[in-house]
């Protein structure tokens, strides 16, 4: 099974003050236990860097480069990829939809990836489901 992992997630896994890290964490070990494979792009690992770098620092970036990034299958974004994100955007016209949601959306569907591996309402939104395989109070 593929899952799409987004930017939500994968800060929810490495910062462990985070509201979601418990069911991060959790959702984490089953993908590990079930064979799951992590799914991405070219953009999320720019914005989870990028975020992990200005709100918590350098040593979360390590850890994320070091620990997660090899797990994960990297969609690399193009000018293809980029149009179509684009295309979606301007179609979405809403300001609070990003163009790394977009694209991510435009993967899940390319490669019919139908569950993401967020926190985020925007993938719920566009007709995707949110992994939930982690009960926190069990």
């Known amino acids: 099974m593929n ?3 987004d930017t939500s997630g994968l800060f929810a896994l490495l910062v ?5 890290y418990v069911r991060a964490r959790g ?6 236990e079930n064979n799951v494979q992590l799914v991405t792009s070219s953009f999320v690992l720019l914005e989870t860097t990028a975020l992990l770098q200005s709100r918590i620092g350098l040593p979360p970036v390590n850890d994320f480069n ?3 990034l090899p797990l994960l299958e990297i969609v690399w974004v193009d000018d293809k ?3 179509r994100a684009m ?3 301007l179609a979405q016209s809403k300001r609070d939809i990003s163009l790394v949601d977009c694209l991510s959306f435009e993967i899940m569907e390319t490669l019919q990836i ?3 591996f967020a926190f985020d309402k925007h993938f719920e939104e566009n007709g995707f489901t949110i992994a939930a395989f982690h ?3 069990k």
């Open 3 to 5: 899952i799409f992992a």
């Open 16 to 20: 462990e003050n985070d509201y979601m």
């Open 27 to 32: 959702n984490f070990n089953y993908f590990a």
């Open 66 to 68: 070091t620990k997660i």
């Open 81 to 83: 990829w980029y149009a």
């Open 87 to 89: 295309q979606r955007l």
């Open 114 to 116: 139908e569950c993401a």
């Open 135 to 137: 009960n926190p109070d």
